[in-house]
């Protein structure tokens, strides 16, 4: 099973991007979770920390007295049980060749894409920005002030995907050339369905 994770930034096209991802056969590709599977991530890397601190003392018998950091759970227990909620959470058919997500949540914390990784290296990670962030600011619950925010984000964005392999980086306007799109499904490793594409850009939905 595939899993194609879309980090975007907000009012970019990301939708759009998502529904053109949906075409490829035997896929289920997944909208927000307002930063659900963020948090999940977020315990992972907690609990891999608190794996790391056992305190040897304690663990080999040279004192009775627990130490803070004593943890009797079984790491590879605990990560699995993660795996399957993140999982529950992305798809309940599995079935589908082809699943993943979008969010729009990964300001300042882009270090999460690698953990999702580390749990799931069978990952294809697609970056996704406006080109136009004048435009962007002025569409939904952006503002003119959000302008800061919105380059910052697409930077960490953009410098993610330089830095990595598994990960392509993609601007809106990519989303109305079909040759661009036939590169991110050529990346993804998917053909894609032209006649699908089409009815999708020609109805604009976004």
């Known amino acids: ?6 980090c975007a930034t907000g009012r970019s096209g990301s939708t759009t991007l998502q529904r053109i991802i949906n075409t490829i056969e035997e896929s289920n590709i997944n909208g927000e979770n307002r930063g ?3 948090k999940l991530l977020e315990c992972y890397m907690n ?3 608190t794996n ?3 305190i040897h003392s304690y663990v080999e018998g040279k004192t009775k007295i627990k130490p803070a950091w004593y943890n009797c759970y079984d790491f590879e227990n605990v990560k699995n049980n993660i795996k399957n909620t993140i999982l529950s959470i992305i798809t309940n058919d599995n079935s589908k060749k ?3 997500f979008k969010e729009i949540r990964y300001y300042g914390k882009i270090y999460l894409i690698n953990h999702f990784i580390e ?3 069978n990952t294809k990670v697609i ?3 406006d080109d136009n962030i004048n435009r962007q600011c002025k569409s939904g619950w ?3 002030d959000s302008q800061q925010h919105i380059t910052e984000y697409n930077n960490q964005l953009i410098n993610y995907s330089k830095s990595n392999k598994n990960c392509y980086l993609t601007y809106m306007k990519n989303l109305f050339n079909i040759n661009d799109v036939k590169k991110i499904f050529e990346f993804l490793g998917e053909e894609l369905n032209e006649e699908k594409y089409k009815y999708i850009i020609n109805n604009n939905l976004k």
């Open 47 to 49: 609990i891999k920390k």
């Open 127 to 129: 970056c996704h920005i």
């Open 36 to 38: 659900a599977i963020n």
């Open 119 to 121: 749990l799931f290296p």
């Open 1 to 6: 099973m595939k899993i194609i994770l879309i």
């Open 52 to 54: 790391k601190s056992l």
């Open 98 to 100: 082809v699943i993943g």
């Open 142 to 144: 952006w503002t003119e």
